[in-house]
């Protein structure tokens, strides 16, 4: 679970205040959301760039990103929601532009190993590394979004731009897919669907 989810509620009603304020012009208290959402957007621009240096020009630009474009912001989404839709563009632009396609994990575990000093603190992070190189970039997207920040259908299907039940179908494959190739990604997808949709 990530720093986000410790204290979600509460969090949610800090950061609409937050929001509100650089709405209104105080620059400064984007500082604040940088400080909140660093650490679980630099995790998801990681794990689909498979790059740390990469990961985190990516996460500098998706800031800046939601900086320029704060003030089109409402809530019909959660503002984490609306922040990963713009992490979910960029990540994908990046690996358009490097034509990496489905490959683009290749190097991972060595760049992994390498920098096995600073390993991501997460639930499953041996397995999840393991699973995601059997895995398309849908699939994976989907798979970090709701293991591992645990947002509902509806919140993946806006980040992603897809319906809910176009979401719902593609992360039953998924289980599936899980399942077949490895006991511990049922054991993953269980965690996350009792979190409930």
């Known amino acids: 679970m990530t720093v986000l989810h410790k204290s979600k509620e509460n969090l949610n009603l800090d950061i609409k205040s937050i929001v509100e304020q650089v709405q209104t012009g105080d620059i400064h208290a984007y500082t604040e959301i940088i400080r909140c959402f660093q650490k679980p957007i630099y995790i998801y621009c990681y794990y689909l760039l498979g790059n740390k240096e990469e990961a985190e020009d990516a996460s500098q630009d998706i800031f800046i990103k939601g900086l320029e474009n704060i003030s089109n912001f409402s809530y019909t989404v959660s503002f984490s929601a609306w922040l990963y839709k713009i992490a979910h563009h960029h990540c994908i632009d990046l690996i358009k532009k490097?034509?990496?396609?489905?490959?683009?994990?290749?190097?991972?575990?060595?760049?992994?190993?390498?920098?096995?000093?600073?390993?991501?603190?997460?639930?499953?992070?041996?397995?999840?590394?393991?699973?995601?190189?059997?895995?398309?970039?849908?699939?994976?997207?989907?798979?970090?979004?709701?293991?591992?920040?645990?947002?509902?259908?509806?919140?993946?299907?806006?980040?992603?731009?897809?319906?809910?039940?176009?979401?719902?179908?593609?992360?039953?494959?998924?289980?599936?897919?899980l399942m077949k190739e490895n006991k511990l990604g049922g054991d993953i997808y269980e965690h996350s669907f009792k979190t409930g949709g």
Do not use: C, Q
């Not at 992070?125 to 895995?135: R, S, T």
């Not at 259908?153 to 731009?161: G, H, K, L, V, W």
């Open 98 to 177: 490097k034509n990496k396609g489905f490959k683009f994990w290749t190097g991972f575990k060595k760049d992994h190993a390498i920098n096995h000093t600073h390993r991501l603190e997460f639930e499953y992070d041996d397995i999840i590394h393991e699973l995601l190189e059997k895995l398309n970039v849908d699939e994976r997207r989907i798979l970090l979004l709701r293991s591992i920040e645990e947002y509902s259908f509806d919140e993946i299907a806006s980040i992603m731009e897809l319906k809910p039940t176009t979401v719902r179908k593609k992360y039953e494959r998924l289980r599936k897919k």
